[in-house]
């Protein structure tokens, strides 16, 4: 009867290293307040500046901590098979300006708005040969933004994805 005692408690000892060893591994890969964003390579601070992940945010605004404006930006698409128009913007002081501005850009009734972002930068890809198969994706790196709206576009079927609206950038630390 000794025998499973001993094998359960070997077994919770190993969960328990396991959950502190995740827990340990999660505080590392965030940043301090918890203003990460898994796509981005910064962690956004309460005042307005950033730092990398594992840097402090230093409580009082300094030189070294650069203080970001809120910028905004907004993509529109024609959301029909088609996929005839789009629509930008960036730049702008609230979501709701970018949002106008990237559907007045747009101009049709099928238009809507797909990506909003801050700070940050914004792509869309889209298949190829009418699919109606679109990816999005926010990143500080247009780049990144852009590879990462083509994975997504791939992800959900496309044989072939392509840049579709030039990755926008509203206000990024990174560009």
Not at 6 to 20: E, S
Not at 137 to 149: L, S
Request: hydrophobic residues 35%; positive net charge; proline residues 5%.
């Amino acid at each position: 009867m000794k025998q499973p005692v001993r094998i359960v408690a070997k077994w919770l000892t190993g969960i328990g290293l396991l959950l502190i060893g995740q827990t340990a591994l999660a505080a590392d890969n965030q940043c301090p307040d918890g203003q990460f964003n898994p796509y981005q390579t910064v962690c956004m601070c309460p005042n307005g500046g950033y730092v990398g992940p594992g840097e402090r945010c230093s409580r009082k605004k300094s030189n070294q901590e650069p203080v970001l404006t809120k910028r905004w930006g907004a993509i529109a698409i024609d959301t029909s098979k088609s996929q005839a128009k789009w629509g930008f913007a960036h730049s702008t002081l609230n979501q709701a300006d970018a949002n106008r501005q990237a559907l007045a850009l747009c101009k049709l009734s099928t238009c809507k708005v797909v990506l909003t972002f801050q700070n940050s930068c914004g792509a869309i890809a889209v298949g190829g040969k009418g699919e109606g198969i679109w990816g999005g994706a926010v990143n500080i790196y247009k780049d990144k933004a852009m590879q990462q709206a083509a994975d997504a576009c791939y992800d959900k079927g496309a044989k072939d994805c392509y840049k579709w609206v030039t990755p926008q950038c509203a206000g990024s630390p990174i560009k």
